[in-house]
């Protein structure tokens, strides 16, 4: 029975989706392919370990900046186009807080060229020493305040620009946040200046080397502090969304919202707390982003943002883990891309990567699972 | 409907005179503010030509947005890339060849000017089909996030080291990558006189260009004469959509646009329909892409961002999507207020004051603080007139989107039928039934 009912329903998905069996095949292919270079040794093992070091921390960035995104997304039933800047402004308003505290409010460089993160290069972070070990509390603060700012600054635009449409269909609000995701971008740039600025103290960094067969990988306290922050928040989120009374209000609005509000829901409180978790949680994402590569510029988020809609799309819009699979995924095909194709087109190979999953399954791969 | 009371009331009734008193109403405003600042005749010309460029430009590329998204319906936010392929594959095609490969420039075929033009617009156009086959039976959001990737995806393969350059034939021709490629084929206008035998109408006109600008006065007539080019590319378009749009494959996409399913209720094969209609917006696009920057001398890949697709939106949304007067409207209305005009504004603050801006928003406020001085500030703002006009754009979308959604003109409803509904008002036959009318 078990035989022949696999075997029927293997017969369905290849004859319902003959893309996806393409699909799966390719990637079977390129699997293989990466282990017989591998075994040729025409790729070195630790080289590919450093890829996938580096492809999951940009996976777990992404994921943890696509809940926000994906709660948005089918609770309030549009694409935020702003929420890369919202990236951006958590940690430009993070940063700021971490140079203030590292550089002793004032007593080692001039108080307006910390605000501004070293806007025009007054200051330098490496100058600063700023690195998790060696400032701790800055940084910690920092990231609180990326947190908060983030959050902040959703709940206003929340307030001024969304919720007077709230009525209105999902591409009325999508060119809405478009313009949003303008202002805010280029507000940021006039303000903030638009230099790319290093923000760590790249050598003060505490690394571990790890032997790997032909070779070591080398993990940073940064590396460690990206994995303990996103891991511990994705947690957390789930720990909320599963156990707390907002979670299931916030489970039954994506669901369906006219239900929910007959339902008694308090719908606004919900879109105001969703929001506040997804502005929380894209704020340190972008915060723990800059502290991992070390540098800052006003694009950061505008970036990331078409990857986290890669992200979000692949694991099924809505679906919390599937924004964090969908990440990990997004984050490992863009780092890993590069043992077969040039690595100028590795974020190409991420977009790919989102097409095609469009077409063999657009209700991506957690489907059907509102934000649980 | 209201009918028009008066014969004034009745002109601006016509399309064309609302576009013709629009554009009549920028060009015053420029040349007004050109005179109190004392241009000359050289600054003028070149104003005007600079305005028309912009003006036309981006009724053009409204125009061909229009087709997707006023009248399809089609989410597209991919524009730039469409622009992208099309200047790229013409200057591919049209550039002069080099055939030493030492010498570290890229070379094209070498082929005319006009054969490049085609290229560009028929490769915009197959990309556009190539986008079209997975995107378009996507739900309008996934396509938005479709199309956006795809156009960035352009500007990766543009900028990449792998196709900066290779050999095909013995010629050296390739994309150039970060540095660009360079427009070595000379002065469209030109050729396109040379062309058509008028190379003795050329001089004159640049002679007659010379009468009142002394040195070198081919330059500004080379402007002036692509700005009406353009003008003609626009009325061109806007003549080909206003038909297409009133064709029976013009109602097909509208009843798209309102409800997909109906249409296929009804039997139309709107897979079909729509494919058509997005490739032929994108090959429009890529014409377009191609005029705006034929002669800019030297494109560079990352100038084909997404906030240029962003821009011909806010034209459109100007506008109101869904009418073709609106699209171009809203063109000229975006190039003269919301493109050009804080440029304009910037050189004429420029021109009145000696701007010492200072480089840091932070060196801006801080004399605010000591002595209350505000012109470090103000400097800083006309310095960064260009970051402004973006966060301006911004928040005029967010205002459009609030309060006039449809935008000047998407409130008209096009008829759908080809014979008119409605009876008219002015009958000749006395009513029999005592005239009793409802007005």
Same mark, same amino acid.
């Given at each position: 029975?078990?035989?022949?009912?696999?075997?029927?329903?293997?017969?369905?998905?290849?004859?319902?989706?003959?893309?996806? &069996?393409?699909?799966? &095949?390719?990637?079977?292919?390129?699997?293989?392919?990466? @282990?017989?270079?591998?075994?040729?040794?025409?790729?070195?093992?630790?080289?590919?370990?450093?890829?996938?070091?580096?492809?999951?921390?940009?996976?777990?960035?992404?994921?943890?900046?696509?809940?926000?995104?994906?709660?948005?997304?089918?609770? &309030?039933?549009? $694409?935020?186009?702003?929420?890369?800047?919202?990236?951006?402004?958590?940690?430009?308003?993070?940063?700021?807080?971490?140079?203030?505290?590292?550089?002793?409010?004032?007593?080692?460089?001039?108080?307006?060229?910390?605000?501004? +993160?070293?806007?025009?290069?007054?200051?330098?972070?490496? $100058?600063?020493?700023?690195?998790?070990? $060696?400032?701790?509390?800055?940084?910690?603060?920092?990231?609180?305040?990326?947190?908060?700012?983030?959050?902040?600054?959703?709940?206003?635009?929340?307030?001024?620009?969304?919720?007077?449409?709230?009525?209105?269909?999902?591409?009325?609000?999508?060119?809405?946040?478009?313009?949003?995701?303008? $202002? &805010?971008?280029?507000?940021?740039?006039?303000?903030?200046?638009?230099?790319?600025?290093?923000?760590?103290?790249?050598?003060?960094?505490?690394?571990?080397?790890?032997?790997? @067969?032909?070779?070591?990988?080398?993990?940073?306290?940064?590396?460690?502090?990206?994995?303990? +922050?996103?891991?511990?928040?994705?947690?957390?989120?789930?720990?909320?969304?599963?156990?707390?009374?907002?979670?299931?209000?916030?489970?039954?609005?994506?669901?369906?919202?006219?239900?929910?509000?007959?339902?008694?829901?308090?719908?606004?409180?919900?879109?105001?707390?969703?929001?506040?978790?997804?502005?929380?949680?894209?704020?340190?994402?972008?915060?723990?982003?800059?502290?991992?590569?070390?540098?800052?510029?006003?694009?950061?988020?505008?970036?990331?943002?078409?990857?986290?809609?890669?992200?979000?799309?692949?694991?099924?819009?809505?679906?919390?883990?599937?924004?964090?699979?969908?990440?990990?995924?997004?984050?490992?095909?863009?780092?890993?891309?590069?043992?077969?194709?040039?690595?100028?087109?590795?974020?190409?190979?991420?977009?790919?990567?989102?097409?095609?999953?469009?077409?063999?399954?657009?209700?991506?791969?957690?489907?059907?699972?509102?934000?649980? | 409907?209201?009918?028009?009371?008066?014969?004034?009331?009745?002109?601006?009734?016509?399309?064309?005179?609302?576009?013709?008193?629009?554009?009549?109403?920028?060009?015053?405003?420029?040349?007004?503010?050109?005179?109190?600042?004392?241009y000359g005749v050289r600054g003028q010309l070149n104003s005007i030509a600079t305005l028309t460029f912009y003006v036309a430009l981006f009724a053009l590329l409204s125009l061909a947005l229009n087709l997707h998204w006023g009248y399809t319906?089609?989410?597209?936010?991919?524009?730039?890339?469409?622009?992208?392929?099309?200047?790229?594959?013409?200057?591919?095609?049209?550039?002069?060849?080099?055939?030493?490969?030492?010498?570290?420039?890229?070379?094209?075929?070498?082929?005319?000017?006009?054969?490049?033009?085609?290229?560009?617009?028929?490769? %915009?156009?197959?990309?556009?089909?190539?986008?079209?086959?997975?995107?378009?039976?996507?739900?309008?959001?996934?396509?938005?996030?479709?199309?956006?990737?795809?156009?960035?995806?352009?500007?990766?393969?543009?900028?990449?080291?792998?196709?900066?350059?290779?050999? /095909?034939?013995?010629?050296?021709?390739?994309?150039?990558?970060?540095?660009?490629?360079?427009?070595?084929?000379?002065?469209? /206008?030109?050729?396109?006189?040379?062309?058509?035998?008028?190379?003795?109408?050329?001089?004159?006109?640049?002679?007659?260009?010379?009468?009142?600008?002394?040195?070198?006065?081919?330059?500004?007539?080379?402007?002036?004469?692509?700005?009406?080019?353009?003008?003609? %590319?626009?009325?061109?378009?806007?003549?080909?959509?206003?038909?297409?749009?009133?064709?029976?494959?013009?109602?097909?996409?509208?009843?798209?646009?309102?409800?997909?399913? #109906?249409?296929?209720?009804?039997?139309?094969?709107?897979?079909?329909?729509?494919?058509?209609?997005?490739?032929?917006?994108?090959?429009?696009?890529?014409?377009?892409?191609?005029?705006?920057?034929?002669?800019?001398?030297?494109?560079?890949?990352?100038?084909?961002?997404?906030?240029?697709?962003?821009?011909?939106?806010?034209?459109?949304?100007?506008?109101? #999507?869904?009418?073709?007067?609106?699209?171009?409207?809203?063109? %000229?209305?975006?190039?003269?207020?919301?493109?050009?005009?804080?440029?304009?504004?910037?050189?004429?603050?420029?021109?009145?004051?000696?701007?010492?801006?200072?480089?840091?928003?932070?060196?801006?406020?801080?004399?605010? #603080?000591?002595?209350?001085?505000?012109?470090?500030?103000?400097?800083?703002?006309?310095?960064?007139?260009?970051?402004?006009?973006?966060? /301006?754009?911004?928040? /005029?979308?967010?205002?459009?989107?609030?309060?006039?959604?449809?935008?000047?003109?998407?409130?008209?409803?096009?008829?759908?039928?080809?014979?008119?509904?409605?009876?008219?008002?002015?009958?000749?036959?006395?009513?029999?039934?005592?005239?009793?009318?409802?007005?």
């Amino acid at each position: 029975m078990g035989v022949t009912e696999s075997y029927s329903r293997g017969r369905e998905l290849v004859e319902g989706n003959p893309l996806a &069996l393409v699909f799966g &095949l390719l990637i079977v292919l390129l699997l293989f392919d990466l @282990v017989g270079k591998l075994a040729s040794g025409a790729v070195q093992v630790s080289s590919v370990a450093v890829l996938v070091k580096d492809g999951l921390a940009r996976g777990l960035v992404i994921g943890l900046a696509g809940i926000g995104l994906s709660m948005t997304y089918s609770i &309030l039933n549009f $694409a935020n186009f702003a929420h890369g800047d919202y990236i951006t402004a958590g940690a430009f308003s993070g940063w700021a807080t971490t140079y203030l505290i590292a550089g002793g409010f004032g007593s080692s460089a001039n108080v307006g060229s910390l605000l501004l +993160v070293g806007a025009g290069g007054s200051v330098f972070g490496g $100058a600063l020493g700023i690195s998790v070990t $060696a400032t701790p509390v800055a940084v910690v603060g920092g990231m609180v305040v990326a947190g908060g700012g983030a959050i902040l600054l959703s709940l206003v635009i929340d307030r001024l620009v969304f919720e007077p449409i709230r009525d209105r269909d999902g591409i009325t609000l999508l060119i809405t946040s478009i313009g949003v995701a303008f $202002a &805010l971008r280029y507000t940021i740039q006039f303000v903030f200046g638009p230099s790319k600025r290093g923000t760590t103290a790249a050598g003060g960094v505490p690394t571990l080397s790890v032997p790997v @067969v032909d070779g070591t990988v080398r993990i940073t306290a940064h590396d460690a502090t990206l994995a303990v +922050v996103a891991g511990g928040l994705m947690l957390g989120v789930h720990l909320l969304l599963q156990r707390t009374r907002l979670g299931k209000a916030m489970r039954a609005m994506a669901d369906n919202e006219d239900l929910a509000r007959v339902t008694g829901i308090p719908t606004e409180r919900v879109v105001r707390f969703t929001w506040i978790i997804g502005g929380g949680l894209t704020g340190v994402a972008g915060y723990v982003f800059v502290l991992w590569k070390g540098t800052l510029g006003w694009f950061d988020g505008w970036i990331l943002l078409l990857l986290i809609f890669a992200a979000v799309i692949l694991g099924g819009i809505g679906s919390i883990y599937g924004a964090i699979v969908g990440g990990l995924v997004i984050g490992l095909t863009a780092s890993l891309s590069v043992v077969w194709i040039p690595s100028s087109f590795s974020r190409a190979s991420a977009f790919l990567m989102m097409i095609l999953i469009l077409v063999v399954k657009p209700t991506g791969l957690f489907s059907g699972r509102s934000t649980a | 409907m209201s009918t028009a009371d008066s014969p004034l009331a009745a002109l601006w009734e016509r399309d064309a005179v609302k576009i013709g008193v629009l554009l009549a109403g920028i060009y015053l405003a420029y040349v007004l503010v050109g005179v109190v600042l004392d241009y000359g005749v050289r600054g003028q010309l070149n104003s005007i030509a600079t305005l028309t460029f912009y003006v036309a430009l981006f009724a053009l590329l409204s125009l061909a947005l229009n087709l997707h998204w006023g009248y399809t319906g089609m989410f597209n936010i991919g524009v730039v890339g469409f622009m992208a392929v099309g200047i790229y594959v013409m200057a591919v095609v049209s550039k002069a060849p080099a055939t030493e490969a030492a010498a570290g420039s890229v070379g094209g075929l070498g082929l005319p000017l006009w054969v490049g033009v085609l290229a560009g617009t028929v490769a %915009a156009g197959l990309l556009g089909l190539l986008v079209a086959l997975p995107a378009l039976r996507l739900r309008a959001d996934y396509l938005a996030i479709v199309t956006v990737a795809m156009s960035e995806m352009v500007r990766f393969t543009f900028l990449s080291g792998t196709f900066q350059r290779f050999e /095909v034939g013995g010629l050296v021709i390739g994309f150039g990558g970060g540095s660009g490629l360079l427009l070595d084929f000379g002065s469209p /206008v030109e050729q396109l006189f040379d062309a058509l035998f008028l190379g003795g109408v050329y001089d004159g006109l640049v002679g007659l260009t010379g009468t009142v600008i002394e040195n070198n006065p081919q330059p500004v007539t080379n402007g002036l004469l692509y700005g009406v080019l353009l003008l003609g %590319a626009v009325g061109l378009y806007y003549v080909v959509l206003g038909r297409l749009g009133n064709s029976p494959f013009g109602r097909v996409l509208k009843a798209i646009r309102e409800d997909e399913d #109906a249409a296929n209720a009804l039997g139309k094969d709107t897979k079909a329909f729509k494919t058509k209609a997005f490739v032929l917006g994108c090959a429009l696009m890529g014409l377009g892409g191609i005029l705006w920057y034929m002669t800019s001398g030297a494109i560079t890949p990352n100038t084909y961002r997404p906030r240029l697709t962003f821009f011909i939106w806010i034209a459109l949304i100007i506008g109101g #999507a869904g009418s073709n007067t609106g699209s171009v409207m809203g063109g %000229a209305l975006f190039a003269a207020l919301l493109f050009q005009g804080p440029r304009f504004l910037q050189s004429v603050v420029n021109n009145l004051v000696d701007v010492e801006a200072p480089s840091t928003f932070g060196q801006a406020l801080a004399p605010i #603080a000591g002595a209350g001085d505000l012109a470090p500030l103000g400097f800083y703002v006309i310095d960064s007139v260009r970051q402004l006009q973006l966060i /301006v754009m911004g928040l /005029v979308l967010i205002f459009l989107m609030h309060r006039r959604p449809e935008g000047l003109l998407g409130h008209r409803k096009e008829p759908a039928a080809s014979v008119e509904l409605e009876r008219r008002p002015d009958r000749e036959t006395p009513y029999t039934d005592g005239g009793e009318t409802d007005e």
